[in-house]
């Protein structure tokens, strides 16, 4: 049997949708910084540093409860665009994007 020839109108080109351009919010990197802050940059270019300590101290801190061993939170790095640490903690950089993007000096408070 012989190859038929493939319609231009039925390429993979023709028929997929148009790629979606990826979230600016996603992160790249992540440093752990003194003071249980971060040092985040996004996918758009966009770097600031988010200063997590009230929240890490926080009574109703839950789950980042565990992050007040400096050693535990020092430990973060970056998974599919999101800020995260061992054991399945992470955080939603969009919020980390939207706090960063409307602080004036790039450094801002979770």
Request: aromatic residues 8%.
């Amino acid at each position: 049997m012989r190859p038929q020839p493939v319609a231009e109108e039925d390429s993979a080109a023709a028929v997929a949708p148009a790629a979606r351009r990826v979230m600016p919010w996603r992160a790249v990197s992540v440093d752990a910084l003194q003071g249980y802050r971060l040092r985040v940059r996004f996918v758009d270019g966009l770097e600031g540093v988010v200063d997590m300590s009230e929240l890490v101290a926080s009574p109703n801190a839950g789950v980042f409860a565990a992050l007040a061993d400096a050693e535990a939170f020092n430990r973060v790095f970056v998974a599919l665009g999101a800020v995260c640490w061992p054991d399945g903690l992470d955080i939603a950089p969009d919020a980390i994007y939207a706090a960063i993007k409307a602080s004036d000096r790039r450094e801002c408070v979770l």
